[in-house]
């Protein structure tokens, strides 16, 4: 039962009509409403009331989109078996372009006789990789939502809510996101695209590093202006520079290791017309987040945190027999494959502000290389890094060790 704004209710054999997937799909996508309520007058089988609630319930549920899905099968409970996947566009195809390597996703769970889109909350390289491997088309270089290739009104959502990790062999094993996303509404005309390309670069995280060169570090922050301006200390940091601006701020530092262990170069994902300019340090920044320093508590409750900018991507080793190539300049940032860019911990924001975190306590540190899945990669399961941190407040006392290389997390 169910019941529109007049009060009235209506029985089941109305809401099965009125919502069926493949009328409700005509209803919000296809634009002929007053066609659909035509057809439903002439065959009897709505009386005038219920053209006024199915009217209501068209404007509801253009507004909420929820609603509209779950009634048309869309929801992320359902166990979708015979799963196909393919990539398709509405660009015209390339001469002598044989097999398309970038275009939106398309699902059929009938043999291929009906084809539909994805919607999701996040559509990473994570499900893009997945998307590539099962159609043998090598790693996703691009991983989007948007109309370049289609959208959504021409070619509907036939999933929602897909989530991989992106170990998985086929589309069809990845989990589904635990409640409806709401993105996924009558407004949002996006569907999941990936671009697949043969090789790929693959960051790897150093364990060695991070125990060796931990340390604290108490520094004034007269002596931070530059890292003050990429927020790479606490938030309470800039209030009490207000009053106090020579109080000094205790910094956990350490160096990171990022080694391509890959296939093809690491480079930004933005193009180098678009890197930032930073004064302060005089170079050009070339990705927003490049890696994330984090410290928890032994339950994973977040105590401490800070963030390093990639102010330059470059080769400052290779294993023998690699020649670096790509330096700190304005067009030329990258990591070469079989070379690393090691942060030393000496840089500015190579750190974790822990002046507010208690001392005399056990503590994860947990690092993350590329956790914004900006950059396309071979795996993710080699980026991370969690550590164990002694935490004493002094710095012959405090250590770091255990280091075990961790996967980047991703929500579910």
């Known amino acids: 039962m169910w019941v529109d704004p007049l009060g009235s209710t209506h029985n089941?054999?109305?809401?099965?009509?009125?919502?069926?997937?493949?009328?409700?799909?005509?209803?919000?996508?296809?634009?002929?409403?007053?066609?659909?309520?035509?057809?439903?007058?002439?065959?009897?089988?709505?009386?005038?009331?219920?053209?006024?609630?199915?009217?209501?319930?068209?404007?509801?549920?253009?507004?909420?989109?929820?609603?509209?899905?779950?009634?048309?099968?869309?929801?992320?409970?359902?166990?979708?078996?015979?799963?196909?996947?393919?990539?398709?566009?509405?660009?015209?195809?390339?001469?002598?372009?044989?097999?398309?390597?970038?275009?939106?996703?398309?699902?059929?769970?009938?043999?291929?006789?009906?084809?539909?889109?994805?919607?999701?909350?996040?559509?990473?390289?994570?499900?893009?990789?997945?998307?590539?491997?099962?159609?043998?088309?090598?790693?996703?270089?691009?991983?989007?939502?948007g109309t370049e290739h289609g959208d959504s009104r021409k070619h509907p959502w036939a999933m929602v809510g897909t989530l991989c990790r992106g170990t998985e062999r086929r589309l069809a094993e990845c989990i589904r996101e635990s409640h409806y996303p709401n993105r996924c509404n009558a407004r949002n005309h996006n569907v999941t695209t990936v671009a697949c390309v043969s090789h790929s670069a693959d960051l790897e995280i150093g364990l060695a590093e991070i125990e060796r060169t931990a340390r604290l570090e108490a520094v004034?922050?007269?002596?931070?202006?530059?890292?003050?301006?990429?927020?790479?200390?606490?938030?309470?940091?800039?209030?009490?520079?207000?009053?106090?601006?020579?109080?000094?701020?205790?910094?956990?530092?350490?160096?990171?290791?990022?080694?391509?262990?890959?296939?093809?170069?690491?480079?930004?994902?933005?193009?180098?017309?678009?890197?930032?300019?930073?004064?302060?340090?005089?170079?050009?920044?070339?990705?927003?987040?490049?890696?994330?320093?984090?410290?928890?508590?032994?339950?994973?409750?977040?105590?401490?945190q800070g963030h390093k900018a990639s102010f330059c991507l470059m080769d400052t080793d290779c294993t023998p027999g690699v020649r670096a190539k790509y330096t700190c300049g304005n067009t030329t940032q990258g990591i070469s494959v079989g070379c690393a860019d090691t942060y030393t911990d000496v840089l500015d924001c190579q750190w974790v502000d822990v002046t507010r975190v208690p001392v005399n306590r056990r503590y994860i540190l947990r690092v993350a290389l590329n956790p914004e899945y900006k950059l396309g990669e071979i795996s993710f399961e080699n980026n991370g890094a969690e550590c164990l941190l002694d935490y004493t407040g002094v710095h012959q006392t405090t250590r770091i060790f255990n280091c075990r290389r961790k996967p980047l997390w991703f929500k579910i």
């Open 12 to 145: 089941a054999q109305y809401t099965s009509y009125i919502c069926s997937p493949i009328r409700c799909q005509l209803l919000l996508y296809s634009g002929i409403v007053s066609a659909d309520f035509k057809t439903a007058w002439e065959a009897g089988r709505l009386h005038q009331k219920a053209m006024a609630s199915l009217t209501w319930l068209v404007v509801l549920l253009a507004g909420l989109g929820q609603g509209w899905a779950n009634n048309s099968g869309l929801n992320v409970e359902n166990n979708y078996r015979n799963m196909m996947v393919r990539l398709a566009s509405s660009k015209p195809a390339s001469a002598g372009i044989q097999v398309l390597r970038e275009g939106r996703v398309e699902v059929s769970f009938d043999f291929g006789r009906s084809w539909g889109t994805i919607c999701s909350t996040t559509w990473s390289m994570r499900e893009a990789n997945v998307v590539c491997r099962q159609l043998g088309l090598g790693y996703a270089s691009k991983a989007s939502q």
């Open 220 to 304: 004034p922050m007269s002596r931070l202006t530059c890292a003050m301006e990429e927020h790479c200390v606490s938030a309470d940091a800039y209030e009490i520079r207000r009053t106090n601006p020579h109080a000094a701020r205790i910094l956990l530092r350490f160096s990171v290791k990022a080694s391509n262990v890959g296939t093809a170069d690491v480079s930004p994902y933005a193009n180098y017309k678009d890197w930032v300019w930073h004064q302060c340090h005089r170079h050009y920044h070339s990705m927003n987040v490049f890696a994330t320093f984090d410290v928890y508590d032994l339950k994973y409750r977040k105590v401490a």
